[in-house]
């Protein structure tokens, strides 16, 4: 039997937990998580083998696609985020429309079907879906948090809304439903050669993944809007050079030097990134430093500096030269002079 492959994307509003459920499906961290909302700025693709299963299909690669939550854009960031989402909607095979379960639903007055309100993020999402014409799954996420009950009612309520071709409910955090996701999403796949080499887990080189590492820690370790406005470039990354004999037992790791320029809107966020006497920005350092060193599997060294760029959100020019994909284009380029 022929190989089947497929892009499957994930949406659904921000905080859903879709790239939790990305991470779950990999089995390895591609996006970066945290309980802030818009913690995912790009497309980011993480690539599954799913085996064959007899009678219902054969082996399957599948190509998940995370994006960033569905919300009102305020910025041209926002703007920038909201794009990336309707660009992973025009090229897949297979829709997921998160929906967290912990979310509550607006019921109608006389208990009848859900109504959204029209501005909210949930009928923006069902008015996004609408307009596709490839298979829609409803995933129902974050199950460990309700009771077994409180899932019908939902699933009810949702599916009444669109003709979804799948209902599954998972938990990423415990790994329930995953792999009936997977043989599911398998089962409405076109048959097709694999897009990327089996052992390639992620299509985001480990410089742009260290880079959201980093950012992970300052929307962990920072309050308020700082999170929000901070933007992270890696600009040096050395790998060591690969070893030439094999290495004895007891020597130490090779070392990796990054350089990476923290940008942010203001002063003030600038002093408290930076924090007491540098506490702030040491702090962010270390934690990060140990992520990637699990990451690349090296020692690091970790050079942070922190810049002020005025209402880079604004600006249509930043925005995209924060573009992992441009910034592999431009480093090519550099080195091909
Ligand atoms: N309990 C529980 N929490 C989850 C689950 N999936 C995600 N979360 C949490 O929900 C928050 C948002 O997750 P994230 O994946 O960043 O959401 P995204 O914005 O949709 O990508 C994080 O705090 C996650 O730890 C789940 O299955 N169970
Ligand atoms: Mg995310």
């Known amino acids: 039997m022929k190989m089947r492959s497929g892009f499957v994307s994930i949406i659904g509003r921000p905080n859903a937990g879709k790239s939790t459920l990305l991470n779950a499906l990999i089995g390895e ?12 700025r790009t497309r980011i693709r993480g690539m599954v083998d799913v085996p064959e299963r007899k009678g219902k299909h054969p082996a399957t690669q599948i190509v998940f696609v995370d994006t960033p939550g569905i919300h009102k854009p305020a910025s041209q960031l926002d703007r920038a985020m909201m794009q990336e989402i309707h660009e992973a909607l025009m090229t897949r095979d297979l829709v997921l429309l998160l929906v967290d379960a912990v979310r509550k639903q607006p019921r109608a007055e006389d208990g009848g079907p859900l109504k959204f309100d029209r501005a909210s993020e949930e009928a923006m999402a069902f008015e996004m879906i609408r ?10 996420t974050k199950i460990d ?4 009950e409180a899932l019908l009612p939902l699933i009810e309520g949702l599916s009444a809304l669109h003709s979804f071709a799948e209902v599954v409910p998972v938990s990423a955090k415990k ?6 996701l997977l043989h599911k999403i398998a089962e409405y796949l076109p048959e097709g050669k694999r897009w990327f080499p089996k052992e390639q887990f992620t299509d985001q080189p480990e410089r742009f993944l260290v880079a959201e590492l980093i950012r992970e820690r300052i929307l962990m370790e920072t309050g308020e809007e700082v999170p929000y406005a901070s933007a992270v470039i890696v600009e040096r990354f050395e790998e060591p050079a690969p070893p030439t004999k094999k290495p004895r037992p007891g020597t130490v790791l090779p070392l990796t030097r990054i350089s990476a320029a923290i940008y942010c809107e203001r002063a003030g966020q600038k002093a408290i990134l930076i924090g007491k006497g540098g506490s702030k920005l040491k702090e962010i350092g270390t934690n990060a430093r140990h992520e990637i060193e699990a990451l690349l599997g090296t020692r690091v060294y970790l050079e942070l500096r922190v810049l002020v760029r005025e209402n880079w959100r604004d600006s249509r ?8 994909r441009k910034q592999l284009e431009e480093l090519a380029e550099r080195e091909g002079e």
């Open 29 to 40: 961290k591609v996006a970066i998580v945290t309980a802030k909302p818009q913690t995912t």
């Open 131 to 140: 307009q596709l014409d490839c298979p829609v799954f409803l995933v129902i």
């Open 145 to 148: 948090l309700v009771p077994k």
């Open 175 to 180: 790994g329930d439903g995953l792999r009936v």
């Open 317 to 324: 020019v930043f925005i995209e030269s924060l573009d992992w």
